[in-house]
């Protein structure tokens, strides 16, 4: 079991800046995939970036994103970052932090584990 603790969500105009955590607690994490997803009203959940703790590899999922958001993670404290640079209206969603053991997804369905979510709102 893990459990997963999304902060740092928050209002900003067009251009700022935000930094998501998310801290994780229970089983070892070290060989999950960790993942953000985002999630607007009446939508489905969609992967934003995600990274396998066992390699540090790192996958963003288009290039805007790649281009504006660094991932990070800090071993020592069990927690992932998400910083989120050049922010646009259209980035205004619930973000969600997701773990799944072993093997890294695309699909919010293969992952088990999910924070609550925090919400980012970026006004024009």
Excluded at 62 to 91: A, C, G, H, I
Aim: aromatic share 12%; net charge neutral; with cysteine.
């Amino acid at each position: 079991q893990v459990h997963l603790v999304e902060s740092g969500g928050g209002s900003v105009q067009s251009g700022g800046s935000l930094r998501l955590a998310c801290t994780s607690s229970g089983d070892d994490i070290s060989q999950y995939c960790m993942a953000w997803f985002r999630q607007g009203p009446g939508s489905e959940r969609k992967w934003v970036v995600r990274t396998h703790n066992l390699n540090g590899a790192i996958a963003y999922a288009d290039n805007s994103v790649k281009t504006r958001f660094t991932l990070s993670r800090d071993k020592d404290k069990n927690t992932l970052y998400l910083q989120m640079d050049r922010l646009k209206p259209e980035d205004t969603d619930k973000y969600y932090c997701a773990a799944v053991k072993f093997d890294c997804y695309d699909r919010a369905v293969d992952f088990p584990y999910w924070g609550q979510g925090t919400q980012v709102t970026v006004s024009s």
